[in-house]
């Protein structure tokens, strides 16, 4: 039942902040700020390394997820595409635990990474939508999302929630690890259990991130930039344009951008910058300098205080509220999400069943 929405896709997006405040309510202790008492399969404190392998969107919440474990809990973390994982005969020390990320739970390629990790000895848990599924019954814990049913083939809602339990799993490493104090942890934990109020101012752009899609459905190709988690996002992105669309996208770390991509750069190529304010914005700035002085069609989602300090001229700004640093990759992933949404749209496409795609990959 898709509501009063048009397509169980932008029915899942506006789900988003209840699903990710129930996904958070089982990892976090709303009430006094902390982590929760949940088990974990290993103990975060005694391994060296994390083997995080996944397909897709799931893949990209897992890149977000190194950031979160070697920033805030200095936990290095190897992550692999699961097809790429499976077959590449990556030697894994005995103190590495694996942790592998599905919605569906039934991915090939994610599951063989699994049953290798498994003849390896190694602890394997997973982030699962559907607890009932492979995945879940073949490793030794798992972390639920509680997403509910995810129907539209893009991957909206469920992705969200991966990323919070990502984000909370990095917060029990940092404290398993004694990396933060009890101050941050709890300064941490409020901050993560703001995300479902972001959502929702985000929601309310919806009208406005229309308009900007109106102009992308003219278009044949797209680049997205991002530097450190926002470059996972330009990913993600990319990732939803195509497969809606139908439109070229690509993905790119904005410093990459002058080792090749910026060919690419004329009057016609609208170029998407996620940048809110954070400690890498001038980074960021300067490779959209870089595109703006090549004529590229900018279109900058950013924050008040990023809007206010790039004074390069864009075809269009997306003024985001102000989100800590630390769960910006959460509420940022709503304007991607709508903005290839809504192109979609205009485009005529079959939103919740593109053509080629299959919601669960059962074979490699
Ligand atoms: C993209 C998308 C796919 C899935 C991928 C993994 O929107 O939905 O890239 O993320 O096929 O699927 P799961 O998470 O079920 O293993």
């Keep these: 039942d898709k509501g009063n929405h048009r397509h169980f896709m932008e029915k899942e997006i ?45 893949y990209l919440a897992g890149l977000i997820g190194k950031y979160w474990f070697e920033r805030y809990a200095r936990l290095p973390v190897d992550i692999d595409i699961a097809s790429e994982f499976r077959y590449r005969e990556m030697p894994l020390s005995k103190e590495s635990a694996a942790l592998f990320i599905s919605q569906s739970g039934e991915t090939a390629d994610t599951l063989a990474s699994l049953r290798y990790c498994r003849s390896e000895g190694l602890p394997i848990s997973a982030i ?33 929630c991966q990323l919070s339990v990502l984000a909370a799993l990095a917060l029990k490493a940092a404290k398993a690890r004694g990396r933060i104090t009890f ?11 703001e995300a479902p109020r972001y959502a929702s101012q985000v929601l309310k752009l919806s009208e406005r991130i229309e308009s900007v899609a109106r102009e992308l459905s003219h278009v044949r190709h797209v680049l997205y930039l991002g530097r450190d988690t926002n470059y996972p996002l330009a990913m993600e992105g990319a990732l939803k344009l195509k497969e809606i669309s139908y439109i070229h996208a690509e993905g790119y770390a904005a410093g990459e951008l002058k080792h090749g991509p910026i060919a690419l750069i004329d009057e016609q190529m609208p170029v998407i910058v996620i940048a809110p304010h954070d400690h890498i914005f001038e980074k960021t700035v300067s490779n959209m300098q870089e595109v703006a002085a090549r004529g590229g069609r900018i279109i900058l989602i950013t924050d008040e205080k990023g809007a206010r300090k790039a004074t390069i001229k864009t075809l269009d700004t997306i003024v985001m509220p102000d989100v800590p640093e630390f769960l910006s990759p959460i509420v940022y992933a709503l304007p991607i999400q709508l903005l290839a949404y809504h192109t979609a749209v205009f485009m005529g496409t079959d939103v919740d069943q593109p053509r080629n795609l299959a919601k669960s990959v059962t074979v490699e």
């Design 14 to 58: 506006h789900e988003q902040p209840e699903v990710i405040s129930h996904t958070l309510a089982n990892y976090l202790d709303f009430s006094t700020s902390r982590v929760g008492a949940f088990e974990t399969p290993f103990d975060f404190a005694k391994i060296d390394r994390l083997a995080i392998s996944a397909c897709g969107t799931a």
């Design 183 to 193: 101050e941050e942890e709890v300064d941490l934990v409020r901050q993560l259990s």
């Design 128 to 160: 699962v939508n559907v607890r009932e599924s492979t995945i879940a019954r073949e490793s030794d814990g798992i972390f639920p999302t509680l997403a509910g049913p995810e129907i539209g083939v893009a991957s909206t809602k469920a992705f969200t």
